[in-house]
């Protein structure tokens, strides 16, 4: 074979290696993430679960907030999946409301860890602005979806600022709900509970943008 077959050969190889060390990275990082904490999580415990060495986490990421930045770009784009994903299109806003609850849910049950990272996350906003605006960047997005989706069962006068302050009670709602639901109960418990506080916090929000 050839040199210049053997080429982009080698080069597909090597590209292939470099996916899979980026995602056994990756893998390994949220494992200690949700086990340490992203503040306490350390980069030679990183590698050391990745069994690889610190030369190569350097060769993919600058730093460990980069890795915190991409899984968490991650795990909202596997949030925006799950959100767009239902059986039936809404009829009106009630029903967007809770398709969006139901989505919440079944990625907090599917996800778990992608959901605490995301949890996470916000948290670290408040305490390392060096990383805050790219760490705002994901979240801002996932809010966004969430306005889009409601935006076309709602009236057109009303203020976008209503919208969006919509989104971050959605946001805050099965967020701070699912993060202290997972002290202490199953999946069924934890469905059995939230049933009640999600029917009136759809009835609240929907009033709320009548108003």
Do not use: W
């Amino acid at each position: 074979m050839s040199t210049k077959i053997l080429e982009p050969v080698l080069r597909t190889r090597s590209q292939q290696r470099a996916t899979r060390t980026h995602k056994r990275l990756l893998d390994a990082a949220l494992a200690v993430f949700i086990e340490r904490g992203v503040d306490a999580a350390t980069v030679e415990e990183i590698t050391q679960r990745a069994d690889l060495g610190k030369g190569t986490l350097y060769r993919h990421f600058h730093d460990k907030y980069e890795i915190v930045i991409t899984l968490v770009e991650q795990a909202v784009s596997h949030l925006a999946e799950y959100l767009h994903s239902y059986d039936n299109e809404p009829k009106n806003i009630e029903g967007v409301l809770e398709n969006l609850l139901n989505a919440h849910y079944n990625f907090f049950i599917d996800s778990s860890e992608e959901f605490v990272l995301l949890f996470q996350g916000r948290v670290l906003l408040k305490f390392e602005r060096q990383t805050a605006g790219e760490l705002e960047e994901p979240y801002a997005r996932y809010l966004e979806e969430i306005g889009k989706m409601v935006s076309p069962y709602v009236s057109k006068k009303i203020d976008p600022a209503k919208i969006r302050r919509l989104a971050c009670a959605v946001a805050g709602f099965v967020f701070g709900f699912f993060s202290f639901a997972m002290v202490g109960m199953d999946s069924e418990e934890i469905q059995t509970s939230i049933k009640p506080l999600r029917q009136v916090f759809v009835r609240s929000l929907s009033a709320f943008l009548g108003r």
